[in-house]
């Protein structure tokens, strides 16, 4: 029965996630600017991210308006990354979430400009005149900002586009994927736990929690880019083995990264069973949802 409630659940709670995006991002910026900042973000992607930062959110009994609000930025966050990422002075990719890349349908010089309108609209929903009290959106725009910044997603990748082609150990490839993916992720719980009240213990273990299947998410990533067609990922699959880029598969080998991956969500559940909350069964299930997927 908790499988079927946790669907019912996470369709609502993606329905809502897309509605408010639908109302957030404007069709109406400049020249153009509005159809590729929205080609970006809507219709599209898994919404991972907003799913944990509402479910935390949940699970603490956070204010919804701010847990909502927090969702679509990290969602906007996680585009805007993609749009610049697939770019060709990055990944120079052409497929994304079973469409052209924003670049290949609008252009270079517009691709790049929507990701970067893309991350001020995040700050702007965490910003709003009413509804949110200041001092949450002061820590949820810290929150955000040091996931995607130097620290995380950017310099993560930065060292993945420096690691082209140079051996990198299982500790250096784990370094760069806290950063690059992992950081965003952990950063999705908090900014949801941050919505209502938790206790040091607790904000401790949500920590561990999506630190934990942060990393599993690019793990599995890495072994679905080897393993599923491109028409499955939505993406072009085997273009790190095409980049000569390391990660899990070629550090660690398929079968050693399909249990690095069963691991890291055994230490993310065990944190849940530290936090102490009552009923932390949504982010139980998307840990298990993260690891399990085929796309």
Not at 27 to 35: C, F, Q
Not at 79 to 83: G, T
């Given at each position: 029965m908790k499988l079927a409630e946790f669907e019912t659940w996470a369709r609502c709670e993606l329905d809502a996630v897309?509605?408010?995006?639908?109302?957030?991002?404007?069709?109406?910026?400049?020249?153009?600017?509005?159809?590729?900042?929205?080609?970006?973000v809507l219709d599209g992607g898994k919404r991972v991210r907003p799913l944990l930062v509402l479910a935390a959110a949940q699970t603490v009994g956070g204010l919804r308006e701010a847990a909502l609000r927090a969702a679509c930025a990290v969602e906007l966050i996680h585009?805007?990354?993609?749009?610049h990422d697939d770019m060709p002075c990055m990944d120079n990719d052409v497929l994304r979430r079973g469409k052209p890349t924003v670049h290949v349908q609008f252009g270079e010089a517009q691709a790049m400009l929507a990701g970067d309108a893309m991350q001020a609209l995040a700050f702007e929903v965490l910003t709003p005149d009413a509804g949110v009290p200041p001092a949450l959106q002061a820590r949820l725009c810290s929150l955000l900002a040091r996931a995607a910044g130097h620290a995380g997603m950017a310099g993560g990748q930065a060292i993945d586009l420096a690691s082209i082609g140079v051996p990198l150990g299982e500790r250096a490839l784990r370094d760069m994927h806290h950063r690059k993916t992992g950081a965003l992720l952990q950063a999705s719980v908090l900014m949801g736990a941050a919505c209502g009240s938790t206790s040091a213990a607790t904000w401790s273990a949500l920590a561990e929690f999506g630190d934990a299947i942060g990393l599993a998410f690019q793990v599995v990533d890495d072994i679905l880019d080897v393993t599923q067609a491109s028409a499955t990922l939505g993406k072009t699959a085997g273009k790190d083995l095409h980049h000569n880029k390391p990660t899990?598969?070629?550090?660690?080998?398929?079968?050693?990264?399909?249990?690095?991956?069963?691991?890291?969500?055994?230490?993310?559940?065990?944190?849940?069973?530290?936090?102490?909350?009552?009923?932390?069964?949504?982010?139980?299930?998307?840990?298990?949802k993260i690891v399990e997927r085929d796309n």
């Open positions: 897309e509605s408010a995006l639908e109302g957030w991002v404007p069709s109406d910026a400049p020249a153009g600017l509005g159809l590729a900042m929205r080609y970006g585009a805007y990354s993609l749009v899990y598969v070629t550090v660690l080998g398929l079968d050693a990264a399909r249990r690095h991956a069963a691991d890291l969500r055994d230490k993310a559940l065990a944190a849940l069973a530290r936090s102490g909350l009552a009923d932390a069964a949504w982010l139980s299930m998307l840990a298990d």
